[in-house]
């Protein structure tokens, strides 16, 4: 168990946005809730040599990132609402979501991978929300010739760029950067 006391003004937003939420519910925050505000606790049953005390929020903060990414399979693919149907079906459906997942995954490094200015992100729940809406102009039939079909492609990868940005938050790093200092770390222990 790692135990890390928070800085003074984290420890006081967070204990705003408690009682705030507390108020909201009509009850009153206990001293047990208060006392832990402003900590961050953090389990593992990684060794030490294992996972190093300076990489441990980075590893759940990445861990994090991870359950995001499977909430999004879940609240835009819907991967989790299946009707009740033979077998075989259900799992052709299941399977079929899960490519159109894969496939705006691809899409969504490709879009990434061609965005110069590396200080910007695009934001993975935002752009499969338009995939979304993109596919089903798509299955509507409105997309006759293979011409409209680039351009298409076209106006979806222009508009991903310019709605579907990750809004940079204050103190906060990006899963990327995460990965980067956990490389770097590891390369200066080994």
Same mark, same amino acid.
């Given at each position: 168990?790692?135990?890390?006391?928070?800085?003074?003004? =984290?420890?006081?937003?967070?204990?705003?946005?408690?009682?705030?939420?507390?108020?909201?519910?009509?009850?009153?925050?206990?001293?047990?809730? =208060?006392?832990?505000?402003?900590?961050? %606790?953090?389990?593992?049953?990684?060794?030490?040599?294992?996972?190093?005390?300076?990489?441990?929020?980075? %590893?759940?903060?990445?861990?994090?990132?991870?359950?995001?990414?499977?909430?999004?399979?879940? +609240? &835009?693919?819907?991967?989790?609402?299946?009707?009740?149907?033979?077998?075989?079906?259900?799992?052709?459906?299941?399977?079929?979501?899960?490519?159109? &997942?894969?496939?705006?995954?691809?899409?969504?490094?490709?879009?990434?991978?061609?965005?110069?200015?590396?200080?910007?992100?695009?934001?993975?729940?935002?752009?499969?929300?338009?995939?979304?809406?993109? #596919?089903?102009?798509?299955?509507?039939?409105?997309?006759?010739? &293979?011409?409209?079909?680039?351009? +298409?492609?076209? =106006?979806? &990868?222009?508009?991903?760029?310019?709605?579907?940005?990750?809004?940079?938050?204050?103190?906060?790093? +990006? +899963?990327?950067? =995460?990965?980067?200092?956990?490389?770097?770390?590891?390369?200066?222990? #080994?």
């Amino acid at each position: 168990m790692i135990v890390e006391c928070l800085p003074e003004d =984290i420890k006081a937003e967070k204990l705003r946005k408690a009682n705030r939420a507390a108020k909201r519910e009509g009850r009153k925050l206990g001293q047990s809730t =208060i006392s832990r505000i402003g900590l961050n %606790v953090f389990v593992t049953n990684l060794d030490e040599d294992e996972l190093p005390k300076e990489q441990v929020w980075y %590893v759940y903060r990445l861990r994090w990132q991870i359950e995001l990414i499977f909430k999004v399979w879940k +609240s &835009v693919a819907s991967v989790n609402k299946v009707k009740k149907a033979k077998r075989e079906r259900i799992e052709s459906h299941l399977f079929g979501k899960l490519l159109w &997942v894969f496939l705006g995954w691809g899409i969504y490094w490709k879009i990434v991978g061609q965005i110069e200015n590396k200080k910007i992100a695009v934001s993975f729940n935002k752009m499969m929300k338009n995939f979304r809406a993109f #596919c089903k102009h798509i299955k509507t039939g409105t997309l006759v010739k &293979v011409d409209d079909a680039k351009f +298409s492609i076209r =106006i979806f &990868v222009e508009n991903v760029l310019s709605t579907c940005m990750l809004e940079k938050k204050k103190n906060t790093i +990006s +899963s990327i950067d =995460i990965i980067i200092k956990l490389i770097k770390l590891t390369e200066i222990k #080994c």
